[in-house]
């Protein structure tokens, strides 16, 4: 039977998704756990890119999956057109902090943007704003820096800050995976000053709210 793959970073994220689907311990790398059931795989994989990408091969690589799913928070680049607890789903990703000075397309599966699939969710029953075709940056850095934040949004245009999809999505893509691939982010804070103590204030109302977002996908997911 094919299962759907989860990946998430953190701990505080992973138990929301674990109590929701009643997952159980199955194996560990070094620092990457797995938890599953007959329907379910998640990977808790760590913090950033690497661990992310190294999470999200050990799933593809391991299992049969009909399609893949991250989740987890973000911070807001929309300043106060984004309230903590908003859940996107991206439909584009790109790097913030890759930088090659070439061009070329030879280039493009780290300087270009990667484009996941999109799925029709029903917004009408949420208590949150709930947005779809969001652009979402991945960096290996915690943003807690107003002008930075700034500067990235007046450079990308972009929704939400965080520091695993790209790689997540960058491995899908490498198994084939890419058109079956989702990503969810709530926010929890404001990528700015206040972010350091604000994002683990706010994850569990966060995650609360993305898990909604998460319950609506599956049970897309499970008509494939």
């Known amino acids: 039977m094919k299962k759907i793959g989860i990946l998430t970073a953190m701990q505080e994220e992973a138990q929301h998704i674990i109590n929701l689907l009643g997952l159980k311990p199955s194996s560990t790398l070094k620092n990457i756990s797995f ?36 989740i987890g928070i973000a911070g807001s680049l929309l300043g106060n057109q984004a309230q903590i607890g908003d859940v996107f789903l991206v439909q584009r990703i790109r790097q913030h902090d890759m930088y090659l000075p070439f061009d070329g397309e030879h280039l493009n599966y780290a300087k270009g943007e990667i484009e996941l699939s999109t799925i029709e969710i029903e917004k009408s029953d949420f208590s949150f704003q709930f947005r779809t075709g969001a652009l979402c940056l991945t960096g290996d850095q915690f943003l807690d820096d107003q002008s930075l ?19 997540f999505a960058s491995a ?23 972010s ?29």
């Open 172 to 194: 899908a893509r490498e198994f084939g995976l890419l058109e079956q691939s989702y990503s969810i982010k709530a926010i929890s804070d404001g990528a700015n000053n206040e």
């Open 149 to 167: 934040t700034q500067k990235l949004r007046a450079e990308t245009n972009a929704d939400v800050v965080e520091m695993e999809a790209f790689a």
């Open 196 to 224: 350091q103590l604000a994002h683990m204030d706010n994850l569990d109302f966060a995650m609360e709210n993305s898990i909604q977002v998460l319950k609506e996908l599956l049970k897309k997911l499970q008509n494939i």
């Open 35 to 70: 938890f599953e059931n007959e329907e379910y795989v998640l990977a808790l994989s760590g913090v950033g890119k690497i661990q992310a990408s190294i999470a999200t091969t050990a799933l593809c690589s391991r299992y049969d999956l009909k399609a893949l799913i991250n």
